[in-house]
């Protein structure tokens, strides 16, 4: 009755993870902070692409406003002088004081190679803001544009130069303007103007070219920034839907890698209220998935105790009733043996004196008869008394070194005449000599007694016992097989409770007390099915004896 000591170790060895085997596995935590990781990705992509989209909106705010804006500006200033130029050289044949013209001409010669000097710093500045704009950060795309930027700088600073050296080649064609004007030659005057009118005309119609490539510029610059706009309000549309879902799926996953913990929770409650029915387990490869298997380990293991536990108070209130009824019918059934033997002899002594009555012959025989049958009785309640006995009051093994196949051969030479009248076989193999073990001899003889006689009642009609012996590290296997029925696997594992019995008038006792003499010597014992039919019951002692011995004889004295 010793069965709660084991239950405790199981509860131990479900709660500690010294017994389970090492095994890869995913972290809540790990899954947790991946799928964090996850939303924060989506969050960085959709604010990264932000930021893109308006460093390039950026960029092209300020390219426009410290280059373009400016550059069109002054090419617009030198075109515009240069209209008034050629307004008046064109008219300077015609003019009442050309003198006054002259002198203004002179003018706006001598002031236009500022002019123009203004519009290729502001060529080459476009080129600065461009860079300024890009901030040394810019991509391979923003790096083509930059490009792409400084070589259109530097073609519009080359065809101004060009204009500047187009306006202001050959001055002497002035000078000659002015002295056909000045000796009243109109013919040679109007020919000259029209060769300098012309050329003028062609540098006002170049500048009137670079203004429209700066406008073309601009409004391709302004068309790709709304387009570009466009685009990354979609984009950004659509990343931020993206990363809604993304949060929402990561969050439908943290709840799902967290529900079993919510199980966990409600199995926990729920034991904790009394309910300590058996639950699947949901597997799950992580810590949670570890807490609620080593629970329900834990809460089987607290079952297998609490039913033990009631088993073991159970019989020991019956163990206590039993050796108070046992108490009180061994002293009748004393007497009714001492009474029963009496009667014994009286009819023996008066069936050997012979009778000359032929009528009280018959009588006298079925006396005889009716004294065996209540002597069978009597010794059957003396056997049922007995057990009842062992079962209450268990004595402590008393442990000595014993050879276990010599204490096999005797028993079975013991109980060979006995078998071989009930038409059983009875053979014993050991495969080798083993060493001592210690154990109680009377309380082991005891054990494989009982093993034998419910071998021999599984065999009615005969059969055959093997009782084999075998040693391995130190402890000691015994099997004892018979050729009988064999025990249903439904019933096996009921089959060492008390009283519980196939046998019509069996007691349940014997098995039962076999399982506890086998347990108080630390060892184990199984019923199991032959492959060739039958039953086998293998014990197996330990070569040190019962581990659990002291305790073992603390629970049965307080039964």
Same mark, same amino acid.
């Given at each position: 009755?010793? *069965?709660? $000591?084991?239950?405790?170790? @199981?509860?131990? +060895? #479900?709660?500690?993870?010294?017994?389970? =085997?090492?095994?890869?596995? !995913?972290?809540?935590?790990?899954?947790?902070?991946?799928?964090?990781?996850?939303?924060?990705?989506?969050?960085?992509?959709?604010?990264?692409?932000?930021?893109?989209?308006?460093?390039?909106?950026?960029?092209?705010?300020?390219?426009?406003?410290?280059?373009?804006?400016?550059?069109?500006?002054?090419?617009?200033?030198?075109?515009?002088?240069?209209?008034?130029?050629?307004?008046?050289?064109?008219?300077?044949?015609?003019?009442?004081?050309?003198?006054?013209?002259?002198?203004?001409?002179?003018?706006?010669?001598?002031?236009?190679?500022?002019?123009?000097?203004?519009?290729?710093?502001?060529?080459?500045?476009? *080129?600065? $803001?461009?860079?300024?704009? @890009?901030?040394? +950060? #810019?991509?391979?795309?923003?790096?083509? =544009?930059?490009?792409?930027? !400084?070589?259109?700088?530097?073609?519009?600073?080359?065809?101004?130069?060009?204009?500047?050296?187009?306006?202001?080649?050959?001055?002497?064609?002035?000078?000659?303007?002015?002295?056909?004007?000045?000796?009243?030659?109109?013919?040679?005057?109007?020919?000259?103007?029209?060769?300098?009118?012309?050329?003028?005309?062609?540098?006002?119609?170049?500048?009137?070219?670079?203004?429209?490539?700066?406008?073309?510029?601009?409004?391709?610059?302004?068309?790709?920034?709304?387009?570009?706009?466009?685009?990354?309000?979609?984009?950004?549309?659509?990343?931020?839907?993206?990363?809604?879902?993304?949060?929402?799926?990561?969050?439908?996953?943290?709840?799902?890698?967290?529900?079993?913990?919510?199980?966990?929770?409600?199995?926990?409650?729920?034991?904790?209220?009394?309910?300590?029915?058996?639950?699947?387990?949901?597997?799950?490869?992580?810590?949670?998935?570890?807490?609620?298997?080593?629970?329900?380990?834990?809460?089987?293991?607290?079952?297998?105790?609490?039913?033990?536990?009631?088993?073991?108070?159970?019989?020991?209130?019956?163990?206590?009733?039993?050796?108070?009824?046992?108490?009180?019918?061994?002293?009748?059934?004393?007497?009714?043996?001492?009474?029963?033997?009496?009667?014994?002899?009286?009819?023996?002594?008066?069936?050997?004196?012979?009778?000359?009555?032929?009528?009280?012959?018959?009588?006298?025989?079925?006396?005889?008869?009716?004294?065996?049958?209540?002597?069978?009785?009597?010794?059957?309640?003396?056997?049922?008394?007995?057990?009842?006995?062992?079962?209450?009051?268990?004595?402590?093994?008393?442990?000595?070194?014993?050879?276990?196949?010599?204490?096999?051969?005797?028993?079975?030479?013991?109980?060979?005449?006995?078998?071989?009248?009930?038409?059983?076989?009875?053979?014993?193999?050991?495969?080798?000599?083993?060493?001592?073990?210690?154990?109680?001899?009377?309380?082991?003889?005891?054990?494989?007694?009982?093993?034998?006689?419910?071998?021999?009642?599984?065999?009615?009609?005969?059969?055959?016992?093997?009782?084999?012996?075998?040693?391995?590290?130190?402890?000691?296997?015994?099997?004892?097989?018979?050729?009988?029925?064999?025990?249903?696997?439904?019933?096996?594992?009921?089959?060492?409770?008390?009283?519980?019995?196939?046998?019509?008038?069996?007691?349940?006792?014997?098995?039962?007390?076999?399982?506890?003499?086998?347990?108080?010597?630390?060892?184990?014992?199984?019923?199991?099915?032959?492959?060739?039919?039958?039953?086998?019951?293998?014990?197996?002692?330990?070569?040190?004896?019962?581990?659990?011995?002291?305790?073992?004889?603390?629970?049965?004295?307080?039964?």
């Amino acid at each position: 009755m010793n *069965a709660p $000591a084991p239950a405790v170790d @199981a509860v131990r +060895g #479900a709660a500690g993870p010294e017994g389970r =085997a090492p095994h890869k596995r !995913r972290t809540v935590a790990g899954r947790l902070l991946a799928s964090y990781l996850v939303v924060l990705a989506a969050f960085a992509l959709t604010v990264g692409w932000s930021v893109q989209a308006l460093r390039a909106a950026s960029r092209d705010a300020q390219l426009l406003r410290a280059g373009y804006v400016p550059l069109l500006l002054r090419i617009g200033e030198v075109l515009a002088e240069q209209n008034v130029f050629n307004a008046q050289l064109n008219h300077i044949t015609a003019a009442k004081n050309p003198g006054d013209v002259r002198e203004w001409i002179e003018t706006a010669r001598r002031t236009r190679p500022l002019a123009f000097s203004i519009v290729k710093d502001a060529a080459r500045a476009l *080129a600065g $803001a461009d860079e300024k704009a @890009a901030g040394g +950060g #810019a991509g391979v795309g923003q790096a083509a =544009a930059s490009s792409g930027v !400084r070589r259109f700088s530097e073609e519009i600073a080359a065809e101004v130069a060009a204009i500047e050296r187009l306006v202001g080649a050959s001055p002497e064609r002035f000078s000659q303007l002015f002295q056909a004007l000045a000796v009243g030659n109109r013919e040679l005057a109007e020919r000259t103007r029209d060769e300098l009118v012309k050329r003028e005309v062609e540098g006002a119609q170049r500048l009137r070219a670079i203004k429209s490539r700066v406008e073309e510029q601009m409004e391709t610059l302004t068309v790709e920034a709304r387009r570009r706009e466009e685009r990354s309000m979609h984009l950004l549309l659509g990343l931020g839907v993206l990363t809604l879902l993304v949060g929402v799926m990561m969050s439908l996953y943290a709840r799902r890698v967290l529900a079993p913990l919510t199980a966990v929770t409600e199995r926990a409650n729920a034991v904790a209220r009394g309910d300590l029915t058996p639950k699947q387990v949901l597997a799950t490869n992580d810590e949670i998935g570890e807490l609620a298997t080593t629970f329900e380990d834990m809460v089987a293991a607290i079952r297998r105790a609490r039913a033990e536990l009631v088993n073991a108070e159970r019989l020991a209130a019956i163990g206590k009733m039993a050796a108070h009824v046992t108490h009180e019918i061994r002293n009748p059934l004393s007497s009714i043996g001492l009474n029963l033997e009496l009667l014994e002899e009286e009819v023996a002594r008066a069936s050997a004196e012979g009778t000359p009555d032929a009528e009280l012959r018959p009588v006298m025989k079925e006396s005889a008869q009716l004294v065996t049958a209540i002597r069978a009785e009597v010794d059957r309640l003396s056997r049922i008394a007995e057990q009842y006995l062992s079962v209450a009051r268990r004595p402590r093994p008393r442990l000595v070194p014993e050879r276990v196949d010599d204490l096999v051969q005797e028993l079975v030479a013991f109980v060979r005449p006995e078998l071989d009248r009930a038409g059983v076989a009875v053979r014993v193999e050991v495969d080798e000599a083993g060493p001592e073990i210690l154990l109680d001899e009377s309380q082991l003889r005891q054990a494989l007694l009982n093993l034998l006689r419910n071998a021999r009642e599984a065999m009615p009609k005969g059969g055959e016992i093997v009782v084999s012996v075998s040693f391995s590290s130190g402890a000691a296997t015994i099997a004892v097989d018979d050729t009988g029925p064999g025990v249903p696997e439904e019933l096996r594992a009921s089959i060492f409770d008390p009283f519980f019995t196939t046998k019509q008038r069996g007691t349940g006792l014997g098995l039962a007390v076999t399982r506890d003499i086998i347990e108080a010597h630390g060892g184990t014992i199984s019923c199991e099915a032959r492959a060739t039919g039958g039953t086998r019951f293998r014990i197996t002692l330990p070569a040190g004896g019962a581990p659990a011995q002291g305790r073992a004889a603390e629970e049965h004295a307080a039964l």
